[in-house]
T-cell receptor
Framework: AQKITQTQPGMFVQEKEAVTLDCTYDTSDPSYGLFWYKQPSSGEMIFLIY??????QNATEGRYSLNFQKARKSANLVISASQLGDSAMYFC????????????FGAGTRLAVHP | DAGVIQSPRHEVTEMGQEVTLRCKPISGHNSLFWYRQTMMRGLELLIY????????DSGMPEDRFSAKMPNASFSTLKIQPSEPRDSAVYFC????????????FGPGTRLTVT
């Protein structure tokens, strides 16, 4: 069965420090995509970063990077130089197979950045 | 671009009433998705459309829920009759086409059924 697991309900980090949010996934399909979304307290879902299963390099977008370890089926999000505005819920998601852009989401991790 | 537009942003209704949620996808996007977010179940895909055609509605919880996309710029999610357990945030998202990986989410509609 295809599944996304985020084992950290909550995390905190000091401002300007780096933080890693964990995500593991389960799929038997050779082709899939992994995503991270941010949901601030205002409620909207903001796309952060994407990693394809065949991508050779880890994805990066500004202060966000995705630590993709295919053999371990993990896709951890690393946020460098945390800012107060990074405080939010973070969701890991996987695109299901079949060519359709259908996502399943993990339960989320609430990140608190402390000054 | 205005982004995905949803209305209303908040809806409070009584059990048994009909509720209609509206979504306008990003212009030019061909795929549209409806999600529901609750504390208990997290984010769940309810239904998605490609080129106005429903592709997969297996996430629709029951017959009380229905969704339509009469044209490329408008979709509705209807609940009739509504029940307290339907209280949730409902998101609409769109993507350029069915193979595009990035989905752009609307601000959501917070539904409360009393």
């Amino acid at each position: 069965a295809q599944k996304i697991t985020q084992t950290q309900p909550g995390m905190f980090v000091q401002e300007k420090e780096a933080v890693t949010l964990d995500c593991t996934y389960d799929t038997s399909d050779p082709s899939y995509g992994l995503f991270w979304y941010k949901q601030p307290s205002s409620g909207e879902m903001i796309f952060l970063i994407y990693q394809g299963s065949y991508d050779q390099q880890n994805a990066t977008e500004g202060r966000y990077s995705l630590n993709f370890q295919k053999a371990r089926k993990s896709a951890n999000l690393v946020i460098s130089a945390s800012q107060l505005g990074d405080s939010a819920m973070y969701f890991c998601a996987m695109r299901l197979s079949g060519g359709y852009n259908k996502l399943i989401f993990g339960a989320g991790t609430r990140l608190a950045v402390h000054p | 671009d205005a982004g995905v537009i949803q209305s209303p942003r908040h809806e409070v209704t009584e059990m048994g009433q009909e509720v209609t949620l509206r979504c306008k996808p990003i212009s030019g996007h061909n795929s549209l998705f409806w999600y529901r977010q609750t504390m208990m179940r997290g984010l769940e895909l309810l239904i998605y459309f490609n080129n106005n055609v429903p592709i997969d509605d297996s996430g629709m919880p029951e017959d009380r829920f229905s969704a339509k996309m009469p044209n490329a710029s408008f979709s509705t999610l209807k609940i009739q009759p509504s029940e307290p357990r339907d209280s949730a945030v409902y998101f609409c998202a769109s993507s350029a086409d069915i193979s595009s990986y990035e989905q752009y989410f609307g601000p959501g509609t917070r539904l409360t059924v009393t």
